[in-house]
């Protein structure tokens, strides 16, 4: 599964190999390019994940960024599953840099990590 190592690699960039957040910390992923994985499938990898590194009871929300078409301009929520823009039947093209980043919240607003 290459979304395990999509979220390792993001939580590495946030927390350090071995770190992580502070206990009670809600962690967010944001899910920037949503052709390389599923929503959910973050969400539970990233859990588990944190659950080995020691944290009980990790609080995990994945947003997912929307995208606009280079084609046609339209704004939609490509997934691996359906990759082409749903008005104009072109394919998105896949985001240069991460696919998750990682926001650690201390209040109510996350702020990047």
């Given at each position: 599964?290459h979304e395990t190592g999509l979220v390792?690699?993001?939580?590495?960039?946030?927390?350090?190999?071995?770190?992580?957040?502070?206990?009670?910390?809600?962690?967010?992923?944001?899910?920037?390019?949503?052709?390389?994985?599923?929503?959910?499938?973050?969400?539970?990898?990233?859990?588990?994940?944190?659950?080995?590194?020691?944290?009980?009871?990790?609080?995990?929300?994945?947003?997912v960024e929307s995208r606009r078409c280079?084609?046609?301009?339209?704004?939609?929520?490509?997934?691996?599953?359906?990759?082409?823009?749903?008005?104009?039947?072109?394919?998105?093209?896949?985001?240069?840099?991460?696919?998750?980043?990682?926001?650690?919240?201390?209040?109510?607003?996350?702020s990047c990590v």
């Amino acid at each position: 599964m290459h979304e395990t190592g999509l979220v390792v690699r993001a939580l590495d960039d946030a927390f350090g190999s071995d770190g992580m957040p502070p206990p009670g910390s809600p962690v967010e992923l944001v899910l920037r390019d949503p052709l390389r994985a599923e929503s959910s499938t973050i969400a539970f990898l990233a859990g588990l994940l944190l659950r080995e590194r020691g944290l009980p009871h990790p609080q995990v929300r994945v947003v997912v960024e929307s995208r606009r078409c280079a084609a046609c301009g339209a704004t939609g929520m490509p997934s691996p599953t359906t990759p082409t823009c749903s008005t104009c039947g072109l394919p998105y093209r896949q985001l240069d840099g991460p696919a998750i980043v990682v926001a650690v919240s201390t209040s109510d607003r996350p702020s990047c990590v």
